[in-house]
Protein backbone atom coordinates (compact mmCIF):
# COMPACT_ATOMS: atom_id res chain seq x y z
CA UNK A 1 0.00 0.00 0.00
CA UNK A 2 1.34 3.23 -0.72
CA UNK A 3 1.81 5.78 1.82
CA UNK A 4 1.08 9.05 0.01
CA UNK A 5 -1.78 8.92 -2.64
CA UNK A 6 -2.27 11.60 -5.28
CA UNK A 7 -4.29 10.99 -8.63
CA UNK A 8 -1.48 11.63 -11.09
CA UNK A 9 -4.05 13.62 -13.65
CA UNK A 10 -3.13 15.48 -15.44
CA UNK A 11 -5.97 18.28 -13.97
CA UNK A 12 -7.51 20.14 -16.22
CA UNK A 13 -8.66 23.81 -15.41
CA UNK A 14 -9.32 27.15 -17.27
CA UNK A 15 -7.62 30.40 -16.35
CA UNK A 16 -9.08 31.95 -13.49
CA UNK A 17 -10.96 28.78 -11.94
CA UNK A 18 -9.51 26.80 -8.70
CA UNK A 19 -7.96 24.21 -9.11
CA UNK A 20 -8.68 21.58 -6.03
CA UNK A 21 -5.40 19.06 -5.05
CA UNK A 22 -5.81 16.21 -2.75
CA UNK A 23 -3.50 13.86 -1.08
CA UNK A 24 -4.27 11.23 1.27
CA UNK A 25 -1.54 9.80 3.54
CA UNK A 26 -1.23 6.69 5.78
CA UNK A 27 0.87 7.31 8.84
CA UNK A 28 -1.51 8.92 11.59
CA UNK A 29 1.80 9.61 12.95
CA UNK A 30 2.48 12.26 10.41
CA UNK A 31 3.08 16.04 12.04
CA UNK A 32 4.37 18.10 9.09
CA UNK A 33 2.80 18.65 5.38
CA UNK A 34 3.51 19.97 2.30
CA UNK A 35 3.05 20.89 -1.04
CA UNK A 36 5.81 21.64 -3.61
CA UNK A 37 6.13 22.78 -7.18
CA UNK A 38 7.64 20.88 -10.00
CA UNK A 39 8.15 22.48 -13.49
CA UNK A 40 9.29 19.99 -16.27
CA UNK A 41 12.97 19.03 -15.84
CA UNK A 42 13.24 21.22 -12.99
CA UNK A 43 13.73 20.83 -8.93
CA UNK A 44 10.46 20.67 -6.83
CA UNK A 45 10.01 24.21 -4.99
CA UNK A 46 8.54 24.29 -1.94
CA UNK A 47 4.91 26.33 -2.01
CA UNK A 48 3.47 25.45 1.35
CA UNK A 49 3.38 23.80 5.03
CA UNK A 50 0.64 22.89 7.59
CA UNK A 51 1.25 21.43 10.89
CA UNK A 52 -2.10 21.72 12.05
CA UNK A 53 -5.65 21.07 11.51
CA UNK A 54 -7.47 23.60 9.06
CA UNK A 55 -6.54 25.66 6.71
CA UNK A 56 -3.67 27.91 5.89
CA UNK A 57 -3.49 30.86 3.27
CA UNK A 58 -0.81 32.20 1.92
CA UNK A 59 -1.40 34.51 -1.32
CA UNK A 60 -3.42 32.24 -3.93
CA UNK A 61 -2.74 29.14 -2.28
CA UNK A 62 -4.74 27.49 0.51
CA UNK A 63 -3.38 24.34 1.80
CA UNK A 64 -6.19 22.29 3.98
CA UNK A 65 -5.40 19.45 6.73
CA UNK A 66 -7.64 16.74 8.15
CA UNK A 67 -5.54 14.82 10.24
CA UNK A 68 -9.43 12.33 11.36
CA UNK A 69 -9.44 11.65 7.82
CA UNK A 70 -5.77 11.89 6.84
CA UNK A 71 -6.17 14.29 3.85
CA UNK A 72 -4.52 17.28 2.95
CA UNK A 73 -5.43 19.16 0.10
CA UNK A 74 -4.08 22.39 -2.24
CA UNK A 75 -6.71 25.45 -3.54
CA UNK A 76 -5.05 27.54 -6.32
CA UNK A 77 -7.58 30.67 -6.67
CA UNK A 78 -7.56 32.06 -9.66
CA UNK A 79 -5.46 29.64 -11.53
CA UNK A 80 -2.81 31.29 -13.90
CA UNK A 81 -1.12 29.32 -17.13
CA UNK A 82 2.38 29.81 -15.23
CA UNK A 83 0.88 27.42 -12.54
CA UNK A 84 0.83 24.27 -15.25
CA UNK A 85 3.11 21.91 -12.97
CA UNK A 86 3.32 18.96 -11.23
CA UNK A 87 2.10 19.19 -7.56
CA UNK A 88 3.90 16.98 -4.85
CA UNK A 89 2.58 16.35 -1.76
CA UNK A 90 4.73 14.75 1.04
CA UNK A 91 4.85 14.45 4.67
CA UNK A 92 7.05 14.04 7.68
CA UNK A 93 6.48 11.38 10.59
CA UNK A 94 9.22 13.32 12.70
CA UNK A 95 9.55 16.80 13.93
CA UNK A 96 13.17 16.15 12.06
CA UNK A 97 11.27 15.27 8.62
CA UNK A 98 14.20 13.00 8.01
CA UNK A 99 12.18 10.74 6.00
CA UNK A 100 10.11 12.57 4.55
CA UNK A 101 7.37 10.48 2.47
CA UNK A 102 7.13 12.08 -0.94
CA UNK A 103 3.89 11.14 -3.45
CA UNK A 104 4.00 10.85 -7.29
CA UNK A 105 2.63 14.55 -7.85
CA UNK A 106 -0.46 15.44 -9.33
CA UNK A 107 -0.21 17.49 -13.31
CA UNK A 108 -2.27 20.26 -13.31
CA UNK A 109 -2.84 21.90 -16.15
CA UNK A 110 -3.82 25.24 -16.69
CA UNK A 111 -5.30 26.43 -19.86
CA UNK A 112 -4.99 30.25 -21.14
CA UNK B 1 23.16 33.12 -3.01
CA UNK B 2 23.36 29.45 -4.95
CA UNK B 3 21.59 27.35 -2.19
CA UNK B 4 22.28 23.90 -3.20
CA UNK B 5 24.52 23.14 -5.83
CA UNK B 6 24.82 19.64 -7.46
CA UNK B 7 27.17 18.42 -10.37
CA UNK B 8 27.13 16.96 -12.84
CA UNK B 9 23.79 18.23 -14.48
CA UNK B 10 23.78 15.29 -16.77
CA UNK B 11 26.04 11.91 -17.13
CA UNK B 12 25.58 8.74 -19.07
CA UNK B 13 27.52 5.73 -17.93
CA UNK B 14 28.17 2.23 -19.00
CA UNK B 15 27.06 -0.80 -15.97
CA UNK B 16 29.54 -1.17 -14.48
CA UNK B 17 31.27 2.00 -14.22
CA UNK B 18 31.58 4.26 -10.99
CA UNK B 19 30.66 7.55 -10.37
CA UNK B 20 30.34 10.25 -7.58
CA UNK B 21 27.53 12.89 -7.50
CA UNK B 22 28.55 16.24 -5.83
CA UNK B 23 25.98 18.19 -4.33
CA UNK B 24 27.11 21.38 -1.81
CA UNK B 25 24.95 24.07 0.03
CA UNK B 26 25.39 27.49 1.12
CA UNK B 27 22.60 28.08 3.60
CA UNK B 28 24.45 26.52 6.78
CA UNK B 29 21.82 23.36 6.85
CA UNK B 30 22.28 20.81 9.46
CA UNK B 31 20.61 18.01 7.19
CA UNK B 32 21.31 16.79 3.93
CA UNK B 33 19.79 14.40 1.46
CA UNK B 34 19.67 12.27 -1.75
CA UNK B 35 16.33 11.24 -3.74
CA UNK B 36 15.64 10.16 -6.83
CA UNK B 37 13.11 10.38 -8.62
CA UNK B 38 11.50 7.69 -11.54
CA UNK B 39 8.43 8.63 -13.35
CA UNK B 40 5.37 7.60 -11.25
CA UNK B 41 7.19 7.20 -8.21
CA UNK B 42 7.33 9.99 -6.74
CA UNK B 43 11.06 11.46 -4.77
CA UNK B 44 12.49 8.39 -3.07
CA UNK B 45 15.53 8.80 -0.56
CA UNK B 46 18.19 7.14 -0.97
CA UNK B 47 20.47 8.44 1.96
CA UNK B 48 20.34 11.33 4.01
CA UNK B 49 22.83 13.01 6.72
CA UNK B 50 21.15 14.56 9.95
CA UNK B 51 23.95 16.23 11.16
CA UNK B 52 27.41 16.39 9.86
CA UNK B 53 29.45 13.17 10.49
CA UNK B 54 26.05 11.15 10.54
CA UNK B 55 24.72 9.30 7.65
CA UNK B 56 21.82 6.98 7.54
CA UNK B 57 19.83 4.64 4.94
CA UNK B 58 16.35 5.88 3.35
CA UNK B 59 14.23 3.80 1.78
CA UNK B 60 16.16 2.78 -1.34
CA UNK B 61 19.85 2.59 -0.46
CA UNK B 62 21.28 -0.47 -2.35
CA UNK B 63 23.41 0.45 -4.68
CA UNK B 64 24.53 3.41 -3.16
CA UNK B 65 27.25 5.08 -0.97
CA UNK B 66 27.42 8.87 0.51
CA UNK B 67 30.02 10.32 2.18
CA UNK B 68 29.63 13.99 4.33
CA UNK B 69 32.68 15.38 3.74
CA UNK B 70 31.89 18.90 5.84
CA UNK B 71 28.86 20.61 7.04
CA UNK B 72 28.39 22.13 3.16
CA UNK B 73 28.92 18.46 1.07
CA UNK B 74 27.34 15.69 0.52
CA UNK B 75 28.31 13.16 -2.09
CA UNK B 76 26.61 10.27 -3.55
CA UNK B 77 28.44 6.92 -5.14
CA UNK B 78 27.27 4.12 -7.62
CA UNK B 79 30.61 1.79 -7.45
CA UNK B 80 29.00 0.04 -10.25
CA UNK B 81 26.02 1.49 -12.20
CA UNK B 82 23.43 -0.56 -13.08
CA UNK B 83 20.22 -0.13 -15.54
CA UNK B 84 17.90 0.19 -12.64
CA UNK B 85 19.44 3.20 -11.79
CA UNK B 86 18.70 5.12 -14.53
CA UNK B 87 16.97 8.18 -13.18
CA UNK B 88 16.77 11.85 -11.48
CA UNK B 89 18.55 12.16 -8.61
CA UNK B 90 17.98 15.07 -6.57
CA UNK B 91 20.07 16.74 -3.36
CA UNK B 92 18.46 18.30 -0.75
CA UNK B 93 18.90 20.27 2.48
CA UNK B 94 16.92 21.41 5.43
CA UNK B 95 17.52 23.50 8.75
CA UNK B 96 17.47 20.75 11.44
CA UNK B 97 14.19 21.70 13.31
CA UNK B 98 12.18 22.85 10.02
CA UNK B 99 11.67 19.90 7.36
CA UNK B 100 10.88 21.92 4.60
CA UNK B 101 13.58 20.99 2.24
CA UNK B 102 15.37 23.01 -0.70
CA UNK B 103 16.10 21.07 -3.70
CA UNK B 104 19.60 21.22 -6.21
CA UNK B 105 18.70 21.64 -9.72
CA UNK B 106 19.19 17.48 -10.39
CA UNK B 107 21.30 15.12 -12.01
CA UNK B 108 20.08 13.29 -14.97
CA UNK B 109 21.61 9.85 -15.15
CA UNK B 110 21.25 7.08 -17.42
CA UNK B 111 22.80 3.63 -17.61
CA UNK B 112 23.22 1.89 -20.69
Known amino acids: QKEVEQNSGPLSVPEGAIASLNCTYSDRGSQSFFWYRQYSGKSPELIMFIYSNGDKEDGRFTAQLNKASQYVSLLIRDSQPSDSATYLC????????????FGAGTRLFVKA | NAGVTQTPKFQVLKTGQSMTLQCAQDMNHNSMYWYRQDPGMGLRLIYYSASEGTTDKGEVPNGYNVSRLNKREFSLRLESAAPSQTSVYFCASTVQVKPEAFFGQGTRLTVV
Open chain 1, 90 to 101: AFAGDTGGFKTI
